[in-house]
Structures are given as C-alpha cells and as structure tokens.
C-alpha cells in the first residue's frame, strides 16, 4: 500500500497567490482529515470529511480557506489569497470506517513570502 | 471537551536508558487513547492504542503505554531508548469522531 500521498511536498508562492494542495487518501479508507502544523499552535484540525462529505469545517481558519473531496480518492485544500502567516506544515490523513487510527501523509511544506 | 495534556516541552535521556513520555487525559466517558511519533521533515506515524482491555499496550518500535484510569494517564515508555528514538511524540484522544492531540513532546535521546 502506497499510504496517504501529498503534493507538492514543498511549496513557496508570494503573497496573494492561490494554493491548491492535493491528497489522495489509502484505498478504502472512506475519512480524510486536514490538519496543519506550525511552531505557535502545534498540529490543528482544519476540516474532516466522510464518505466525500465535508463533517467538520469549524478548524478552517477564514473564508480564504476552502477544501473539496469530489471523489473517494482525491481531495484538494486551497487557500486564495495567501498571506505570510498561512506558513505552515499541511498534513493529510485518512481512516478507514469503523477504525480509530489515523494514517497520515508525509505533508506539504508551504512557505508564504 | 475532550482533551490531553502533555505537561513537558523536551525529554533529554541518555542511550540505553528508560524513556517516558508523560500524558493525562480530560474525557467523559471511556477514552480511546492514542500515540503517534514524527520524525523530522515526515508525516505523524502511528504507535500504539488503547481502546479497551489490558491496561499495558505494546506498540511498534519496542514502546509501550500504560493507562492509568485512576490517575487519568497514558503514558509512553521504553526500557531502553536509542539515539533513532529522538522525535516529536504526539498523545491523543478520540473527541467527536476524530482526534484531539496533545502539543507534543521534543524526545532527545544523547549518545
């Protein structure tokens, strides 16, 4: 098994431009979770979907942040405009149902200049 | 709110000696405890669970858990750590179908 698969691993982009960052979660696994990483707030959860369906958004920090999972294997974070302080670690993580573990991908190093 | 707390910052411990990674738990109801490592520059990677029955969990890597219902606590231990162990360690509780995690703890293991 491939595990959870992030892209890109590393992205530096200049204010005001658009990120998309892309998951694709484990086979089967029919929950995938959206987190970030900084030094100031440690790991947070952003939003979580199941079966496709967005459960939980109320980590997504502003209306510049939107995540979709039109298919059981593929889900996008974007943010649009990015700001500096929107550097961070993004990590994906799936779950297959039924299942408390969480399996995460390597993440998306994403540097806002 | 379901919670976990990891009360210390950085664990120094010398090679070969024992390692233990403290973290109390905030639940109501029965907890499912989790933990998880991360290496530098990589995702978080699974450990070890608790969900129900023995209170001592063997995990990957030689760690294991102690739960501890009546002190609230989960934590991780090894009898005999090696330089590779040094990490950031991740405590964590399932809140509302997913996971809460603890801020973590900077594991130092010195030659």
């Known amino acids: 098994d491939a595990g959870v698969i992030q892209s890109p691993r590393h992205e530096v982009t200049e204010m005001g431009q658009e990120v998309t960052l892309r998951c694709k979660p484990i086979?089967?696994?029919?929950?995938l979770f959206w987190y970030r990483q900084t030094m100031m707030r440690g790991l947070e959860l952003l939003i979580y979907?199941?079966?496709?369906?967005?459960?939980?958004d109320s980590g997504m920090p502003e209306d510049r942040f939107s995540a979709k999972m039109p298919n059981a294997s593929f889900s996008t974070l974007k943010i649009q405009p990015s700001e500096p302080r929107d550097s961070a670690v993004y990590f994906c993580?799936?779950?297959?149902?039924?299942?408390?573990?969480?399996?995460f991908g390597p993440g998306t190093r994403l540097l806002v200049l | 709110a379901q919670s976990v707390a990891q009360p210390e910052d950085q664990v120094n411990v010398a090679e070969g000696n024992p390692l233990t990674v403290k973290c109390t738990y905030s639940?109501?109801?029965?907890?499912?405890l989790f933990w998880y490592v991360q290496y530098p520059n990589r995702g978080l990677q699974f450990l070890l669970k608790?969900?129900?029955?023995?209170?001592l969990v063997k995990g990957s890597y030689g760690f294991e858990a102690e739960f501890n219902k009546s002190q609230t606590s989960f934590h991780l231990k090894k009898p005999s750590a090696l330089v590779s162990d040094s990490a950031l360690y991740f405590c964590?509780?399932?809140?509302?179908?997913?996971?809460?995690f603890g801020k973590g703890n900077q594991v130092v293991v010195i030659p």
């Open positions: 086979s089967g696994h029919n929950s």
């Open positions: 979907f199941n079966n496709n369906v967005p459960i939980d």
């Open positions: 993580a799936s779950r297959l149902g039924g299942q408390e573990t969480q399996y």
């Open positions: 964590a509780v399932r809140a509302h179908n997913r996971l809460a």
């Open positions: 608790y969900i129900t029955g023995d209170n």
């Open positions: 639940v109501s109801g029965n907890p499912y």
